[in-house]
């Protein structure tokens, strides 16, 4: 299995709502990563997790939770979000620390909108 | 904080010709990549370059990576219709961190 896979393809959400964004890859790699894309915008990332632990976060607003159950599944859990927060969230998986060759590999992404 | 420049920002080109696009940057990488973006996808990883003058092929693709360690170009032979979409580059600056350029937009006209 050499894909990040991630749900749902499409989210519409009002501002009051809770949902959350769910990646996952089986490609036995140690970092895990959320980025926010606006259109014809390059990816921004917003946080890291490596070996299941969260080691960068990009000042990213609260209402933003990441979330790593075990080493192939990434969360991003929403809540009161902003109609602005609306763009292409990309999840994307690399090996991690211990490997020098440690491109990361994307998922087709999530688009939300926000009401 | 570190700044990637992509050039062209945009190539309108006859299919079968020959493209052409670099990325500049004022700080030093270990490492460069090239992705592909279609719209609506994820970017597709098309070469990872690790090594200052390394000059890596993927099919119609070749990149290279600088000797200053500061900028990489890519080229595509023969451009087909299918190679339309968006290319950034980006530089690897640790295990876990990854700046991506502005994008180059491409589009083949059959």
């Known amino acids: 299995d050499t894909e990040v896979t991630q749900t749902p393809k499409h989210l519409v959400m009002g501002m009051t709502n809770k949902k959350s964004l769910k990646c996952e890859q089986h490609m036995g790699h140690r970092a895990m990563y959320w980025y926010k894309q606006k259109a014809k915008k390059p990816p921004e990332l917003m946080f890291v997790y490596s070996y299941e632990k969260l080691s960068i976060n990009e000042s990213v607003p609260s209402r933003f939770s990441p979330e790593c159950p075990n080493s192939s599944l990434l969360n991003l859990h929403l809540h009161a979000l902003q109609p602005e927060d609306s763009a292409l969230y990309l999840c994307?998986?690399?090996?991690?620390?211990?490997?020098?060759?440690?491109?990361?590999?994307f998922g087709p992404g999530t688009r939300l909108t926000v009401l | 904080g570190q700044q990637l420049n992509q050039s062209p920002q945009s190539m309108f080109i006859q299919e079968g010709e020959d493209v052409s696009m670099n990325c500049t940057s004022s700080?030093?990488?270990?490492?460069w990549l090239w992705y592909k973006q279609d719209p609506g996808e994820g970017p597709v990883l098309l070469i990872a370059?690790?090594?200052?003058?390394e000059l890596t092929s993927n099919g119609r693709l070749t990149a290279q990576f600088g000797i200053t360690r500061k900028d990489s170009f890519l080229n595509i032979s023969a451009s087909i219709p299918s190679d339309v979409g968006i290319y950034f580059c980006a530089g690897k600056t640790s295990y876990d961190k990854v700046i991506f350029g502005p994008g180059t937009s491409l589009s083949v006209i059959p």
């Open positions: 700080s030093i990488f270990n490492t």
């Open positions: 994307a998986s690399s090996l991690g620390r211990v490997s020098t060759y440690n491109e990361q590999f």
């Open positions: 370059l690790y090594k200052a003058g």
